[in-house]
Antibody, heavy 128, light 108 residues
Framework: QLQLQESGPGLVRPSETLSLTCSVS??????????WGWIRQPPGKGLEWIGS???????YYNQYLKSRVTIFVDTSNNHFSLKVNSVTAADTAVYYC????????????????????WGQGTLVTVSS | SYVLTQPPSASVAPGQTARITCGGN??????VHWYQQKPGQAPVLVVY???DRPSGIPERFSGSNSGNTATLTISRVEAGDEADYHC???????????FGGGTKLTVL
């Protein structure tokens, strides 16, 4: 059974860099049918997609976060990571690492579809 | 950018049928996915590609999608179905993942 586990600091100072790692166990990261990525959820609010990475290193980012976000993969150690620069209180959220299924949608476009595996989530608070 | 609209809340009595909607412009042309999220837990996929169920998800959970509205239907609702439900699509034109705002389902 595939398992994802987030790790990283729970408190980050404003203007600094948020760094999280997702460890993947029970399966391969080199599947051609899946991306790996991050989703966050501010307290009491909805889900926000941050971005995704393929095992080759190709990335896709939320256009509204793209200037501050980097996602990279280390398949030899079965993990991938997230960095968010210049954080503010608005970046306070539970961060989830996820696996994203790639497939054709009903309109015939090939791309990321649903998220089928999630980590348990880790709360990151931005505060001085 | 593409927007998905969900009612903030819904309520249903045990044993009845709950229907949770997700509205979007021509959403019927997109593949819609639904997640259940209980308090303090990560979301769980309950329906993908409009109406398919992952293994382990009860047949009580079903989905449909047409026109400007997708619907998650939960039959014979149980107390354990009380949760937030989120719809999600991939917008191919912008290559973006879009989530609805979520619907809190209360079992009376």
């Amino acid at each position: 059974q595939l398992q994802l586990q987030e790790s990283g600091p729970g408190l980050v100072r404003p203007s600094e860099t948020l760094s999280l790692t997702c460890s993947v166990s029970g399966g391969s990261m080199t599947s051609s049918s899946h991306y790996w990525g991050w989703i966050r959820q501010p307290p009491g609010k909805g889900l926000e997609w941050i971005g995704s990475v393929y095992y080759t290193g190709s990335t896709y980012y939320n256009q509204y976060l793209k200037s501050r976000v980097t996602i990279f993969v280390d398949t030899s150690n079965n993990h991938f990571s997230l960095k968010v620069n210049s954080v503010t209180a608005a970046d306070t959220a539970v961060y989830y690492c996820v696996r994203r299924r790639m497939a054709y949608d009903k309109s015939g476009f090939y791309g990321g579809q649903n998220f089928d595996y999630w980590g348990q989530g880790t709360l990151v608070t931005v505060s001085s | 950018s593409y927007v998905l609209t969900q009612p903030p809340s819904a309520s249903v009595a045990p044993g009845q049928t709950a229907r949770i909607t997700c509205g979007g412009n021509d959403i019927g042309s997109k593949s819609v996915h639904w997640y259940q999220q209980k308090p303090g837990q990560a979301p769980v996929l309950v329906v993908y590609d409009d109406s398919d169920r992952p293994s382990g998800i009860p047949e009580r959970f079903s989905g449909s999608n047409s026109g400007n509205t997708a619907t998650l239907t939960i039959s014979r609702v149980e107390a354990g179905d009380e949760a937030d439900y989120h719809c999600q699509v991939w917008d191919s034109s912008s290559d973006h993942v879009i989530f609805g705002g979520g619907t809190k389902l209360t079992v009376l």
